[in-house]
């Protein structure tokens, strides 16, 4: 830290002249606590999907299941809506949207189905309009982000949304399709995210925070338990209307918005306890992605299979180990290998199919003419540089 206060730094003699003069881009270094909490709430995906195989008369993990999904999947939309408050409907954007969520949908929608078939069900179906399993949160993510510039223009972006799950919580006329009804009831938490700022996320991560979250998770878990013979598990799913329940019409805004806060509370408990520095798993945070859509082909193939039917699992420590396992798979899909593979059809370039933008036409060759007027004068170089970097 003192070194940087030296005139040459740690160096006993000064660098060449060349080396002096010439401008070094700016580099963007990624936010650990957000890889970090990525990377945990794409574990605690996971896990869920594992523990939701073994329900059956397990009371115990239905209790921890419950309390897995009121919050892991708010965390991880919360998260996306924070990435996504730039966006708008420039053409950068949207082809970012088109090869990084539409065209991953069609390719896992089509292998999914075809997984199905070679599995399970040899007629079964190839339909882009009904998510099949994980993929209604690519739909979600395409309409959301859609949305985005309305949410940024509105007054009251958060009590709309909130709005809007609830009404969608009693009106099952919306039906399957793109499976709407999950986009609508999670739309406030993408919301919320839109509204966050990094001072935010700093409250939460507090020691004062970090304590109070212990007794939280604690009540958390035993309000779970007590729910699992009070309460129907596919409310946590937030993907049906109340009439399918069978429940009066009124409870559904209600328990849309009493899930919200509970989502809110727990999500605010779980970045508490997320590390803000670099772990040795913080580099996984950018292959989030690639264990969510990948994984559920393992947990599909043992639904398929039948391997989740031996009695075995109803045995604490095998529930453990089916524990460890998730994690141990969908951390092992989120590494570099696995991304350089896959990578041609979760985040292909895909530059073919679009016209060539004027504007970044226009700023390649503002960059190129600023390298050769860096040659000339490389101190206006680095003011240019450092205005850019400002903006």
Known sequence: MTSSLRPHGDRKSPSPPDQQTRPSPPSRQRDAFFDNAKYLAIVLVGVGHAWGQILDGNRTVETLYRVLYTFHMPAFIIISGYFSRSFDLSPKRVKRLVTGVVVPYVVFEIGYALHRRLSEDPSNDISLLDPTYLLWFLCALFVWRLTTPIWQTVRWPLPISLAIAALASVTPSIGNDLNMQRVLQFLPCFVLGLLLRPEHFQLVRRRSVRILSVPVVAAALVIGWWSVPRMETGWFYRNAAVQATGAPWWSGPVVTLALFGCSLVLTACFFAWVPGRRMW???????????????????????????????????????????????????????????????????????????????????????????????????????????????
Request: proline share 5%.
């Open 281 to 391: 798993f913080t580099a996984l945070g950018a292959g989030t992605i690639y264990g969510y859509l990948l994984h559920g082909f393992v947990v599909k193939q043992g639904t398929f299979s039948g391997w989740f039917h031996d009695p075995v699992w109803d045995t604490p420590l095998a529930g453990l180990g089916l524990t460890v396992a998730a994690a141990t798979v969908i951390t092992l899909l989120c590494t570099s290998p696995v991304r350089r593979v896959m990578r041609y059809v979760v985040e292909p370039r895909m530059d073919w199919a679009f016209k060539r933008d004027p504007g970044a036409a226009a700023r390649g060759r503002e960059t190129r003419e600023g390298g050769r007027d860096a040659a000339r004068d490389p101190a206006a170089a680095t003011r240019d540089s450092g205005e850019k970097v400002s903006v």
